[in-house]
T-cell receptor, first 118, second 112 residues
Framework: GAGVSQSPSNKVTEKGKDVELRCDPI?????LYWYRQSLGQGLEFLIY????????KSGLPSDRFSAERTGGSVSTLTIQRTQQEDSAVYLC????????????????FGPGTRLTVT | RKEVEQDPGPFNVPEGATVAFNCTYS??????FFWYRQDCRKEPKLLMS???SGNEDGRFTAQLNRASQYISLLIRDSKLSDSATYLC?????????????FGSGTKLNVKP
């Protein structure tokens, strides 16, 4: 079946411009996550959407970063007034959300958007 | 203290070798555990879940030690194609959120 898709795959932008990154999760997955990964570094959690609940925004590095998830499906991550330190791969992942307190379920990642701020 | 800690490596091993990675996690309320594999410039992909009783998938064996809060991954008969970064991932659900915590990864290089 279709996996998580992200667009664009690559984005080069000038410092100070705004960018929008898109994520289409796997159909039926109610949990959606954004991470970023700088070259040679680990994953940095940004934001998490869970069903209709308020998102967990605790990982957003500054108020220049925001994200929406419309209709419980597609999500958009927006970075305003981009800075060079925003250059990274932005990864989206989705998973099922178990309502029981047990169970093991994993995240599935999209291919990422490579953002370069010049 | 980081939620999940891993030795970054690299582990350089010859083909056919057996190699093991450990990972420690800090929160005893952690509920689910995984190993992901990430190839260079690619997204992470699930390698295997880690079950309390330990589990095996072909050449890969995962173990969980809740008392000592660590997870291990053993790779037998290493192949060149096993070269990648292995990410330890821990899941817990504070306040009904479903959060995943990633280690920084252990890099494995399998040499001919």
């Amino acid at each position: 079946g279709a996996g998580v898709s992200q667009s664009p795959s690559n984005k080069v932008t000038e410092k100070g411009k705004d960018v929008e990154l898109r994520c289409d999760p796997i159909s039926g997955h109610t949990a959606l996550y954004w991470y970023r990964q700088s070259l040679g570094q680990g994953l940095e959690f940004l934001i998490y959407f869970q069903g209709n609940s308020a998102p967990d925004k605790s990982g957003l590095p500054s108020d220049r970063f925001s994200a929406e998830r419309t209709g419980g499906s597609v999500s958009t991550l927006t970075i305003q007034r981009t800075q060079q330190e925003d250059s990274a791969v932005y990864l989206c992942a989705s998973s099922f959300l178990m309502t029981a307190d047990d169970g093991t379920y994993e995240q599935y990642f999209g291919p990422g958007t490579r953002l370069t701020v010049t | 203290r980081k939620e999940v800690e891993q030795d970054p490596g690299p582990f350089n091993v010859p083909e056919g070798a057996t190699v093991a990675f450990n990972c420690t996690y800090s929160n005893s309320a952690s509920q689910s555990f995984f190993w992901y594999r990430q190839d260079c410039r690619k997204e992470p992909k699930l390698l295997m879940s880690v079950y309390s009783s330990g589990n095996e998938d072909g050449r890969f064996t995962a173990q969980l030690n809740r008392a000592s809060q660590y997870i291990s991954l053993l790779i037998r008969d290493s192949k060149l194609s096993d070269s990648a970064t292995y990410l330890c991932v821990v899941n817990r659900r504070p306040y009904n959120f479903n959060k995943f915590y990633f280690g920084s990864g252990t890099k494995l290089n399998v040499k001919p």
